[in-house]
């Protein structure tokens, strides 16, 4: 037997990881600045999240959700208090795909209806309802191409409220900040209108903030910024720090009712620990402001270097555009500078994705290295 080789894979081997770095099985360190695709938010083995999921663990590590489960009524408070999503409901799952799954499944059931709408570069996952909502089609197989779907470009309101107009749509799902598709972010007018058409239309207006969510982009949700209320947030990665959790947050105007939705591992002991732990993490060491801190650190430094085109994304949610293919460079910083970063759609975007604890002196070993390979 063998893997089923999906991944084209870079060939080092991490045994280890602290804060911000990771370590190969000879010791070599290297500054992690993609945290797993955009995953680890608190930093790899933070002592508080090896210790409570430790103590859980040799507890209660899982049971169904036929039972009473505390912790995830401790998490749907705390986590209300922390993002100000007043009264929203939370229903948890396992990743982000099937987060997004869940958020159009259940616009669906409650507006009766079934197209959804979405836009140019979006990526919602690889489940049938979210790769049908992905701009992708190259992993959209024939099974998904029956979801009703249709793509705009980001800021064409007039021909979102065109499609709206014929009464058929359920959803519309949007990045706020588009992850993969190469972090491109509309005007706060557009997903203004974008509330304002989905209310007038009776679609429910669906934020994912897998990859911007849990503070990533100096607030809380990136939808934040532009002053909305979402029907629907679905959320995944940053929450539980490298542990398995995804979750939508339900505007309270959906009712919930016994059966609607289903999961058997969603919401386990562990996961709600490992979720609750990035929310205590997030808030005793003041994790958001220092993203937006490092991020302003890394967007003046960037702005030094003649060969950076442009600087996209917020918070530690950041891509540097150059007029040229970024792979070999991705490469040199990995193997010679030992750097993770990553890539994007535009093959000349690289990403930064660290986690919220990072520090300037990382930033600076980073330019240092850039610097070196660009001259
Ligand atoms: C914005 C966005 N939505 C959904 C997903 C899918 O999440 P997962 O890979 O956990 O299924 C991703 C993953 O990269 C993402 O960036």
Redesign the pocket.
Known sequence: MSLFNVYPLFDITPVKARDVFVYDEKGTEYLDLYGG?AVISIGHSHPTYVKNISDQVSKIGFYSNSIQNPLQVKLVAQLVQQSNCKDYQLFLCN???EA?ENALKLASFHTEKKKVISFTNS????TSAAVAATDNPKIVAPINAQQEVEFFDLGDLSSVEKSLQKGDVCALII?CIQ??GGLDESTTEFYKGLEILCKKYKALLIS?E??SGFGRTGDFFAFQKHGIQPDIISI??GMGNGFPI?GILIHPTIKASYGLLGTTFGGNHLACVACLTVLEVLKEENLLENTKTISEYFIEKAAEISQIKKIKGRGLMLGMEFDFPIAPLRKELIFKHHIFTGSAKNPNLLRILPPLTIKKQHVDQFFEALKKELS
């Open positions: 695709h990743s982000g795909a997004n990526f919602h996952g690889r990045e992850g993969v994912d897998v990859q995944a990665k995804g």
